[in-house]
C-alpha cells in the first residue's frame, strides 16, 4: 500500500508506527517504496522513518556521497532521532556507513543489504542510457534473481527518470563517487552490532563483498538468503523479515 509522504522543510519522507527508531536508506534507483513490506511488518513495534534522499535534486557541482551523508545528517537533526536502528540498501548502505562512522554515538544497530562501499559492479557494468526502455527494462532485471517479480511499473519509473539528462548525470555523478569511495580501511572502527543481509546471487555486490564487509566489521553477523539478488526486501520480504526481526529483537532465526 502507498504511505504518506511528509515534508519538513527540504526534506521529504515516509514516518509510520511507534517506538525504537528503525531509519531505512533507498538505493541509487531505489524509491521509498521498496521498502513497504519492511513498514508493514515492523510498524507496529517500530517508529519507522525513510528519508528521501536527494540524488536526482542536487546541483551537479555539490553531486556525491558527501551531499548525501549531510542531508542525513541534517535531516536527522531535524527530527531528533537518536538511538537508530539504521539500515540502507546498495547507496543507501554506503550512506549509512559514512554516517554511522561520524556520529556512532547515535546508532545502536546498523544493517547492511547489498551495500556499497567496497565493491560494486555499478550499474551491472554500464551506465544509464537516456531514453532506452529496453536498456533500463535489462538493467533492472539484472539486479534481480527472477526478473519476473519486478513490475512494469517498477520499470516505468526509472525509465522515466533517465528520460531526464540532470538526473541522467547526476545518477552517474554519484555511481562514480561510491565506486572510487573504498571504506576497506575505515570500516573496522564500526563497533555497533552490524547485521548483513545478502542475496547469495547478487550480481551488484557479490557474496564475496558480504565476506569481506563481514571480516572487517567487527562486530558483524552475515545472513545469505538464496535465490535472491540485489534488493532481498523486496525479492524475498519474507525472509529478509524474519532475519531483520531476530536481530532487532535478539532472537535467533535458522536460515
Not at 528519508?51 to 527530527?79: A, Q, T
Not at 525509465?159 to 571504506?183: D, G, W, Y
Request: glycine share 6%.
Amino acid at each position: 500500500m502507498p504511505f504518506e509522504i511528509k515534508e519538513a522543510g527540504k526534506y521529504k519522507y515516509i514516518e509510520e508506527g511507534s517506538g525504537p527508531n528503525l531509519v531505512l536508506l533507498h538505493g541509487l534507483f531505489g524509491a521509498l517504496s521498496n521498502w513497504d513490506l519492511v513498514i508493514n511488518k515492523f510498524k507496529e513495534k517500530f517508529r519507522i522513518i525513510i528519508p528521501m534522499l536527494p540524488i536526482y535534486d542536487l546541483p551537479f557541482r555539490k553531486v556525491g556521497l558527501d551531499s548525501l551523508v549531510d542531508h542525513l545528517e541534517g535531516f536527522i537533526d531535524l527530527k531528533k532521532i537518536d538511538n537508530i536502528n539504521l539500515m540502507g540498501n546498495s547507496l543507501g548502505g554506503h550512506v549509512a556507513l559514512i554516517y554511522t562512522l561520524k556520529r556512532q554515538e547515535t546508532v545502536k544497530k546498523l544493517i547492511l543489504t547489498g551495500s556499497s562501499g567496497l565493491f560494486e559492479n555499478a550499474m551491472g557494468g554500464s551506465f544509464p542510457k537516456r531514453g532506452s526502455y529496453q536498456y533500463v527494462k535489462e538493467r533492472a532485471e539484472y539486479t534481480f534473481y527472477d526478473p519476473k517479480s519486478i513490475s512494469e511499473d517498477y520499470i516505468q519509473e526509472i525509465f522515466e527518470t533517465t528520460k531526464s539528462i540532470p538526473k541522467c548525470l547526476n545518477i552517474v555523478a554519484i555511481a562514480k563517487s561510491a565506486q572510487r569511495h573504498n571504506m576497506a580501511n575505515e570500516i573496522p572502527n564500526i563497533k555497533v552490532p552490524t547485521l548483513l543481509i545478502w542475496g547469495l546471487n547478487d550480481t551488484i555486490t557479490p557474496p564475496m563483498v558480504a565476506h569481506d564487509f563481514q571480516r572487517l566489521i567487527p562486530n558483524a553477523s552475515l545472513k545469505f538468503i538464496d535465490k535472491c539478488c540485489h534488493a532481498p526486501m523486496m525479492e524475498q520480504p519474507e525472509k529478509f523479515n524474519d532475519i531483520l526481526g531476530a536481530f532487532l529483537h535478539k532472537e535467533k532465526v535458522a536460515v
